[in-house]
Nanobody, 120 residues
Framework: QVELAESGGGSVQAGGSLKLACTII?????MGWFRQAPGKEREAVAS???????RYSDSVKGRFSISRDSEKNTLYLQMDSLQPEDSAVYYC?????????????????WGQGTQVTVSS
């Protein structure tokens, strides 16, 4: 059983930064970050496989950075140049697919989520 727990959410002004963390018990091949704003579908943000290959959605490319520390069993999401439209509940997720896609339905395990609020 894979267990995930996010931390690091909070409130920040536009242009600021936050770093999210997700502790992982029994890390599978692929890890990802997703987010869901009120009234919207949950969308992919970024993914990383065990070899460190990363993928990003177009909306965060160049501003967010995903990384994983296997020794600490922790996944990170560094978020810079945050904008109000980045406000959402952020979830870490795990998948056994080696292709590590940015597709919600391909992820099998989910954390409880952490709120990120960006004010203008």
């Amino acid at each position: 059983q894979v267990e995930l727990a996010e931390s690091g959410g909070g409130s920040v002004q536009a242009g600021g930064s936050l770093k999210l963390a997700c502790t992982i018990i029994r890390s599978p091949w692929c890890m990802g970050w997703f987010r869901q704003a009120p009234g919207k579908e949950r969308e992919a943000v970024a993914s990383i496989d065990r070899d460190g290959k990363t993928r990003y959605s177009d909306s965060v490319k160049g501003r967010f950075s995903i990384s994983r520390d296997s020794e600490k069993n922790t996944l990170y999401l560094q978020m810079d140049s945050l904008q109000p439209e980045d406000s959402a509940v952020y979830y870490c997720a795990a998948s056994y697919l080696a292709s590590c896609p940015l597709i919600r339905s391909d992820y099998h395990y989910w954390g409880q989520g952490t709120q990120v609020t960006v004010s203008s």
